[in-house]
């Protein structure tokens, strides 16, 4: 079992900067992924980034590339998305992630922990 706790979420201007953490604890494996997927209101949930527990290798999609950077501390047990230039369609409930496959992809079916959720408010 890997619990999940995400912070960090709240409302923000276009142009701001948000950095949302997520404390994971249990069987944490060094090959889990951590990630993060967003649901905007009325659509499906969306893959964000996602990086690999040990070996890092991280994995953005094209909508927040160069925006958004996902790290992680493995000292604290926590993985970050820091998010830069917000626009208001980044508006959304962000989920952490946990996923135990060798590989991931950007299908919520493939992660098997999710935290509860944030909600991240961009205005304009």
């Known amino acids: 079992q890997v619990q999940l706790v995400e912070s960090g979420g709240g409302l923000v201007q276009a142009g701001g900067s948000l950095r949302l953490s997520c404390a994971a604890s249990?069987?944490?494996?060094?090959?889990?992924?951590m990630g993060w997927f967003r649901q905007a209101p009325g659509k499906e949930r969306e893959f964000v980034a996602r990086?690999?527990?040990?070996?890092?290798?991280?994995y953005h999609a094209d909508s927040v590339k160069g925006r958004f950077t996902i790290s992680r501390d493995s000292a604290k047990n926590t993985f970050y998305l820091q998010m830069n230039n917000l626009k208001p369609e980044d508006t959304a409930v962000y989920y952490c992630?946990?996923?135990?496959?060798?590989?991931?992809?950007?299908?919520?079916?493939?992660?098997?922990?999710w935290g509860q959720g944030t909600q991240v408010t961009v205005s304009s």
């Open positions: 992630v946990a996923g135990l496959r060798l590989r991931v992809g950007v299908l919520p079916a493939e992660y098997d922990y």
């Open positions: 249990g069987r944490i494996f060094s090959d889990i992924f």
């Open positions: 990086i690999r527990w040990s070996a890092g290798s991280p």
